[in-house]
Each structure stands twice: as C-alpha cells, then as structure tokens.
C-alpha cells in the first residue's frame, strides 16, 4: 500500500503530462491556417454540451479551416469552416468533437456499415423464418 505522500506525488506527475500534452494540442492548433473567409458562429444553433469552458471557435466568434491527418488512410485533408458550421450547428454534433477521416473514408466507413446491417437484419430474418417453419411443423 502506497503512502499519502507517494500518491500525491504520483497525482502531479500524472497533472504534469496532461498539461504537456494539452500544451503540445494547442500549439498544434495554433499552428492551424489563418481563414480566408470568416464563417460566423451562431452559438444558439449549438448543441448543449454540459462543459464549463466555451469551445475555441466560440470564444473566437468564427470557423477556422483545420488541418488534419486522416486516421484510416493517413492523408492530409482540410475541413472548411463551412464543414464546421454545418457540423456544429446542423447536424447538432458535440462541440469538442473534430474531423478525423477524409470524404473518401468516411463514404467506405458508411458503406461497411450499411453492409454489416444488411446481413445483420438478413440474418435475423433468416433465423425468424426458420423458427416460424418449426413452429408450423410442430403444430401440425
């Protein structure tokens, strides 16, 4: 079993590699290009988020296109500050969420998915008419 002064210890190196990680995510996000078109945030629009903090783009007042590193393919994509607004505000997505796959991916991703649900709900049915084909055996 640990002391209280060994856990405390343990506690603020961990606080320590969050606040480096956190430092080197905001660099990052500096680093991010300056908007050509400034597209207006209309935080009613916003879904709720429950956080303490307002999301950057909404301190800020505007969209800013963010650079970013497909995760499925590795390419390096933009999402616009048009893709932002209608995420946030139309689609209703959380706000500390951010774009992670490319157009081509996320259309591949959504096919594999209609995919799976369509054998998924085939089998089902499958399994459903077998049990209806017992369930008739047995009563007559």
Known sequence: ????????????????????????????????PTPCRLIPVNETLLAPNNSYGAPDFVERGYYVDRSFRCVDC???????GTQQKWWYE?????????????????RKKREQSAESRRIYLEGIERKKQARNKAEAENSS
């Open 1 to 32: 079993m640990k002391s209280g002064k060994q856990r405390r210890q343990e506690i603020s190196a961990r606080r320590k590699k969050l606040k480096f990680k956190h430092a080197v995510i905001a660099k990052s996000l500096e680093r991010a």
């Open 74 to 80: 590795g390419k390096e994509e933009v999402w616009t």
């Open 90 to 106: 139309v689609a209703k997505g959380f706000a500390y969420s951010t774009a992670v796959r490319c157009r081509v991916c996320r």
